[in-house]
């Protein structure tokens, strides 16, 4: 029997601080068919109140330390702020749309990340997809808003990385769905020229990927990147697509589409 | 055909200040069996989180005066740290908790106050509730946490009392479940004499009520708040308990029945 479709779609801080941007992307997620997902960053928000409290944010290898302090800061802005604006202007859409954490409804569990040489605090890496449960809220006609706090269902929140969340939300509902994953960006998609906006590879393949790292032509930033979605692929997503958020309301424009 | 029952249980912020009481408040909430819902007042952190950010709490007539950014921290204290601190301890007690402001699930709707002598600002009444929707998410096997946080369906948040929104939810949810309707408090109940803890009224009718109010036995601030409980019962809610947050582990113990 064939699955259902579900689209899930993440969005990063280039949309979330652009009220016009933001107002438009979620005009544009309204207008979508079919189950879908909204899986969304946090944005600036946390760094402008961590500011305001005269919270100093620790970055390590670009990533955030996550004390007590910033983790309360994470809750309130990701969680509360940006989260409520999100699901207050889709409703305004007609979406009937329900923001959650991993803790609402169980729906993502993560374990706080071991301290090795970095300390990153109240970090969780996902280990499971509360998948049933989420397809039954789908099924009373919601469309689910995540911010990418999860908990370790032993009462503890933890920061998760927001790519990180709509990847595991994707793996995990897979066995229920078709799934495919649409990670909004600034560029178009994956470029060959950093310096060309339009010279963005098309289809990318496990194949052509490989050969394009060989090359350096794919390199810094995009390989975990590329990585992760190979592996997301591989456990049994559908398809996934890099692009502009402009994709939503227009699926043939230029981006990049990665397949097995 | 009898009715399912569905319990609502509102509790204040002497529950939510004081770690230990919350916590074991959530476990004997955990215990309860059948359909339930949690409505959570605030507590301080609202006024504290603004006095960090030197924001000034502007108060008229007891109730807070909600301005842009007195609404930002609302939302960002009510719908972020205390709700989800809510339900991720609810979870590590196996309550399957789903966090809510009323724009998620549309579950809550309301409408800005009009401007008479005084401006409260981004203050919701409450003008409608999304019951069956709400049904659909208990039968999910979720339990809904409401914080005091509607909307307008236009995109905008609206900050509503507490009390309010559990009265709205018991009246809108009245013609599909047996509504019992508590409000957890620090005292016992309605008290006779404020300085005597024990001096309960322990049943309470329309009749009784009025009586006592003539009397002066009943008077200021437990006027409104009954008021509306009566206005709840004439609207199809069940029965009401005024009550100690004890009640919920021992519902035998010393509380108001408010009936009609």
Redesign the interface.
């Known amino acids: 029997m064939s699955k259902e479709k579900l689209t899930i779609i993440k969005i990063g801080g280039n949309v979330i601080d652009t009220p016009e941007i933001l107002d438009r992307f979620l005009q544009d997620f309204s207008q979508m068919e079919g189950f879908k997902i909204l899986v969304h960053g946090g944005g600036k928000e946390a760094t402008r ?1 961590a500011g ?2 005269g919270i100093e944010t620790v970055m390590v290898d670009g990533r955030r330390v996550t004390d007590k302090e910033m983790l ?1 800061v994470a ?7 940006c ?3 999100i ?3 889709l ?2 859409f007609d979406t ?6 991993g ?4 729906s993502i569990l993560s374990k706080k990340r071991e301290t090795g040489s970095v300390d990153y605090g109240f970090v969780g890496d996902i280990t499971g997809i509360n998948a049933d ?1 989420i397809k ?2 789908l099924e ?3 469309t689910p808003v995540f911010c990418a ?1 999860t ?1 370790d ?5 933890l920061n998760t990385n927001a790519d990180t969340v709509a990847q595991s939300l994707a793996v995990g509902l897979s066995p229920l769905f078709d799934i495919t994953l649409i990670y909004c960006f600034e560029k178009k998609g994956v470029l060959t020229d950093i310096h060309n906006e339009d010279s963005v590879i098309e289809e990318l393949t496990l194949a052509s990927y490989q050969e394009l790292k060989e090359k350096n032509v794919i390199h810094s930033g995009m390989l975990p990147k590329l990585e992760n979605c190979f592996q997301a692929l591989q456990q049994g997503v559908k398809e996934i697509r890099i692009a502009n958020p402009e994709i939503i309301a227009n699926p043939k424009v230029l981006h990049t589409h990665i397949s097995m």
């Not at 809750?75 to 702020?81: D, F, Q």
């Not at 009937?96 to 954490?101: C, E, N, V, Y």
């Not at 269902?153 to 929140?157: N, P, T």
């Open positions: 109140l305001k409290l309360e809750v309130m802005t990701y969680a509360g702020l989260n409520k604006k699901v207050a202007l409703q305004k009937q749309a329900i923001g959650l954490t803790a609402d409804g169980n449960w039954s809220l009373t006609g919601a706090i908990h269902k032993k009462g503890q929140l």
